[in-house]
């Protein structure tokens, strides 16, 4: 044995006696103490931390049955063991010695063989029982490690997924761990167009390891959402950080849905979740999600698709993602709450609340008072049929002429460019860098995104937007955009912005340039009232939105050109101009006046 | 888990039986690391025959297969699909990322 030496304490005041043992104590490798009484036993107890203790029992002062008493009332944190070496052999006196807290009792006189035996065989007895001693501390203080990951996983989750922006009145949601916290994670944020994006996200596994995978969605969707990004780019964005960060086997399942209430359309990527539902006002199933693609991080990024399917609403109704601990979820005789039990307690209620409020019951009643073996989680967006939904952007407060420094981005996409470029992103990212046009995000995305594709879709695609009013016409669009963008060879779109002074504002002129044929714009622009609370036509508001949102909006050519001036904000002049000065402050751009239509 | 594994020719086939999930990890990587360094076998079979439950770290360990495969020159099939284990497959789409046999 390579264990070092015990400390044996050795209790007799017969000094012949306490020698024997004492040399065949260190005979062995071990060190040997001695008392010639019980109190001194104590003592040397105390001092000496013996790690095993021969007693014998009839002693002066003290005997040895009062002293395995005493030291057996002392705290400590480790087994002694008390061997009694005494000449008293009668039963009484073995069980008394036993019953004191003796281990072990060895009558006198006794070979040095049985001495020898019984002193190795505690040596082995006590290396074992330090072994599980180190072994339990070693657990402790994994224990405590995990504990304190397990608080900072938690915190960090619930400030992920407790963001302000989940708590917009659309949105229902909960989220219940299996584990001391979630591996689901739940988002949402506005674009800057007004649309709401949603991400429910749920990580393989749970606890740490689940959230810790889940953990780098968050910035990413939250970035590329305020940005305008569409939500194949996402997809694709999510996927590409996945995959470059987990290891093989580990990956997110996640749904990701926009809602946009303008123009009435919920768009939906599905990897690995159960099916999104859209449960109508009469409790039905009006569209379904299911998932056509594998969940993040695990395709790499040439086979992985961001495909989305978009679907036109026309009645309110509830938006619901979830994810699978919530259909696995298992009543006690192991059946599933399932996809069928989700439609069958949203469909229950009326109204968003009492909808969700009945999900979520049903689910508990269905788990019988057991915890999910996995995270539970859902997300709910009550999505509105609202017509009448102005766009309202605050009022910029007058600035300071100073302040304004003039401004010019003029760009030229071409096919190739238009075929692979989130253009509508990718150019207000600049221009949205000045600061004099920071506030005005959400409304120059609205204006540019609506000229822009009309330019795009109308110009170079030559698609008609009346297809959209037909039934299943919106889907028909979207493909229809989808095939003709990828074989696009030839057009051109230039675009340029300027912020210039105009009298006494500041304004944006947006001018927008396409090679297409152009369209009959007199003819279809003085449609009256084409933002008008009646109009059930998908097409034509785009442009009627732009013009709501601008000071004027100009077409010309043959309906390939148009020109829209926004307003930034007064400014407040520190020395007057002339009016000559003013004058020669035009809009330039505007083309010939006699092909214009005003607004 | 229980695990039988079987070679023929070409061809290994590791029959799952019970609950695939966290637990099985260190059966299912004992019974695959055989198979992998079994240089004739070019076709990986996992029959799901008898499994009852599958949950996503089971996915993992079947992706983290198909890697290690991939990089021995041997295809993974899945095979034996049925009720709730062939709902988690298609749910996650496994069909496209490893061949799927009835």
């Known amino acids: 044995m390579n264990n070092p030496g015990l400390t044996i304490l050795i209790v007799d005041d017969t000094p012949t006696n306490a020698r024997q043992l004492e040399a065949v104590a260190r005979k062995l490798g071990h060190v040997a103490i001695l008392a010639g009484n019980g109190v001194e036993a104590i003592d040397k107890f105390k001092s000496e931390q013996p790690d095993l203790i021969f007693m014998d029992i009839m002693m002066p002062v003290m005997d040895g049955i009062t002293a395995a008493r005493h030291i057996r009332g002392l705290p400590t944190d480790k087994w002694t063991p008390i061997v009694f070496f005494s000449a008293l052999e009668q039963m009484q006196d073995i069980v008394r010695g036993l019953e004191a807290g003796g281990d072990d009792y060895i009558v006198k006189p006794a070979s040095l063989q049985i001495l020898r035996a019984k002193i190795n065989s505690y040596a082995r007895m006590l290396s074992l029982q330090n072994e599980v001693r180190a072994n339990a501390e070693e657990l402790r203080n994994w224990r405590m490690d995990a504990e304190e990951q397990s608080r900072l996983g938690a915190h960090v989750m619930s400030r992920l997924t407790d963001a302000a922006s989940l708590r917009d009145p659309m949105i229902r949601h909960f989220n219940m761990p299996a584990d001391t916290f979630s591996g689901d994670l739940l988002c949402a944020a506005r674009a800057p167009g007004e649309v709401l994006n949603v991400l429910l996200a749920d990580a393989a596994g749970h606890g740490l390891a689940a959230a810790l995978s889940a953990m780098p969605l968050t910035q990413a969707f939250y970035s590329m959402t305020a940005k305008g990004f569409p939500l194949p780019s996402i997809a694709e964005e999510l996927n590409r950080k996945l995959k470059s960060i987990l290891p093989p086997d580990r990956f997110v399942a996640a749904t990701l849905a926009a809602i946009d209430v303008r123009n009435q359309t919920v768009e939906v990527w599905n990897g690995g979740n159960p099916d999104a539902l859209f449960i109508n006002t009469r409790g039905e199933v009006a569209m379904q999600w299911a998932s056509n693609h594998p969940p993040l991080g695990i395709l790499p990024d040439k086979l992985f698709s961001g495909m989305t399917e978009t679907v036109v609403f026309h009645e309110p109704g509830d938006l619901l993602l979830c994810s699978d601990g919530l259909t696995e979820a298992e009543n006690p005789a192991g059946g599933w709450f399932a996809i069928d039990g989700v439609r069958d307690h949203l469909s229950r209620a009326q109204g968003g609340e009492a909808r969700f409020t009945s999900l979520l019951k049903g689910v508990m009643e269905h788990l019988g008072g057991h915890p999910g073996r996995d995270d539970i989680s859902a997300l709910m967006v009550s999505v509105p049929i609202d017509r009448r939904r102005q766009i309202r952007f605050d009022t910029p407060i007058p600035s300071h002429q100073g302040h304004l420094a003039e401004w010019r981005l003029d760009l030229s996409y071409g096919a190739q460019e238009l075929r692979y470029i989130d253009v509508v992103p990718a150019v207000l990212g600049f221009v949205t860098q000045i600061n004099a046009l920071k506030p005005h995000q959400g409304a120059l995305f609205l204006i540019f995104s609506e000229l822009f594709n009309n330019a795009l879709d109308h110009g170079l695609l030559g698609l008609d937007s009346a297809t959209k009013s037909w039934i299943g016409g919106f889907e028909l669009y979207m493909n229809q955009r989808g095939e003709r963008l990828a074989k696009l060879r030839n057009g051109r779109i230039d675009i340029a912005f300027q912020l210039h002074q105009d009298g006494t504002r500041a304004v944006l002129d947006i001018s927008m340039t396409d090679t297409g044929p152009g369209f009959d714009f007199e003819q279809r622009l003085n449609k009256p009232d084409a933002l008008g609370v009646g109009n059930e036509q998908a097409y034509g508001r785009g442009i009627a939105l732009v013009k709501n949102l601008c000071d004027q909006v100009v077409y010309s050519g043959n309906g390939n050109k148009v020109w829209a001036r926004y307003l930034v904000s007064d400014l407040i002049l520190e020395n007057e101009e002339s009016e000559d000065e003013a004058a020669r402050r035009k809009p330039d751009g505007a083309g010939d006046v006699a092909d214009l239509v005003m607004f | ?102």
């Open chain 2, 1 to 102: 888990m229980l695990i039988a594994n079987e070679v023929s020719g070409d061809r290994a086939t590791l029959k799952l039986g019970g609950r695939f999930d966290f637990h099985s990890h260190r059966d299912f990587r004992a019974a695959y690391e055989k198979v992998l360094e079994t240089g004739a076998v070019r076709e990986i079979i996992i029959h799901f025959g008898e499994v009852d439950y599958l949950d996503s770290s089971a996915l993992g360990m079947l992706l983290l297969l198909r890697e290690k495969a991939e990089g021995t020159g041997k295809n993974v099939v899945l095979a034996g699909l049925h009720g709730t284990v062939k709902q988690v497959l298609d749910i996650a789409n496994f069909g496209k990322l490893f061949s799927v046999k009835p």
